[in-house]
């Protein structure tokens, strides 16, 4: 029962007009009414975004004793969520109301979401946590990481008022910047790995008998001389005409004309070009076609082809430089292989430290649920 401060004591007299007066019945009615509504508000409150229960610095899971806090883990929240609805609707969920809390095959889809975002906020802080141990980060707590975003966007802010040039956005969104920040530590704590160790020449080069054919392959340029007669695919008696002609051509080379001068002569009906085709570019050069590029690697250096069809001509073509493979030296990129080493070594560390972590959840974690799934997506 609350206490009732007895104004008397204090030396003010009570007002007598109110003791004189019939005091009327308590609203119960009304006291019912507030209190049902502070339970609906209270409830909406929760819903929403967790503010009485959950908010981004509650700790929803540790790892190896290391905490994760709801705004590290909603994140993944966010990102998991259309893949893991993806996943049961192709299973035979039905989209509806009830779809995040209806099981298929004994799992509901927000059990799973919450799930896959687990596991993805384990790898995450174990990344974090190997960047500390190797000297690239001190604080890797979601605090931290805030202040952190938030010096950024102030920078990127001063920079545009200033007429400073900046790299990316203008400011960085939350979800954006954390993938960012924890791809640079990524990338920080190879390095570190990288420079911390010793490989030996036995290591790096039978990292590069496995990695040669993939990652240190070289192919020189193909240059060709080309004759083509275009044609009328529409039209037969066009095509018939075509390849005549550069049969005829083909003849005369056959005889011992130049190449360069056995196209000309025919009125415009005969081109002749130079090709020179990057081999590594054959997706963006228009002249790099299947079959140019299938006829040109049965000729060497010197050798003229038959005539071949290609898209609105028939060609001929004699190879000038053919394209040649080798592989880069072994000394040329060493220090290529040991980023590739400390990356793999990393990878293998990241992968053992997350099967065998500690994850215990707490009981926030027990307390997500849809809205909150539906609000962390909002946010990003």
Known sequence: MAKTRDKSKRGKPAPKTRQNK????????????????????????????????????????????????????????????????SKFLSSGAQNGADFWTTPVNGQTPLDALKQTALNDAVKSKVQQMIARDNGVISDISYSAFVSAWKAQNADRAQNLADNQPIYGPQQYTESVYYDVNLSNLQSDTINAIAADAAYTDDQLRQLYE???????????????????????????????DALALANEIRAKIAAGA????????????????????DMSRTRTDQNATEALLYTAQQLQAGDVSQV?????????????QPSVSSYRAFDDVKSVLSKDMATNQYNAQVDSTVASADVQTTAAFGRIGIKQVNAAAAAV
């Not at 609906?40 to 959950?54: E, N, P, Q, T, Y």
């Not at 392959?217 to 060709?224: G, M, Q």
């Not at 071949?308 to 000038?320: E, L, N, S």
Request: charged fraction near 20%.
């Open 258 to 277: 130049d190449f360069a001068d056995a196209a000309s002569g025919y009125g415009g009906k005969a081109a002749e070009d130079d090709i020179t085709i």
């Open 22 to 85: 019939p005091k009327k019945p308590f609203p119960i009615k009304a006291v019912i009414i507030a209190a049902c509504a502070v339970v609906i508000l209270g409830a909406a409150a929760c819903g929403l975004g967790f503010a009485l229960s959950v908010h981004s610095l509650t700790v929803v899971a540790t790892v190896n004793g290391e905490p994760v806090t709801y705004g590290e883990y909603s994140h993944y929240l966010a990102a998991d969520r259309a893949t893991t609805a």
């Open 210 to 240: 496995q990695e040669k054919d993939s990652e240190f392959i070289s192919v020189s340029s193909l240059e060709v001389l080309r004759i083509t007669v275009p044609f009328d695919s529409t039209d037969q008696a066009s095509m018939t």
């Open 308 to 320: 071949y069809q290609d898209t609105g001509w028939y060609a001929i073509i004699k190879c000038v």
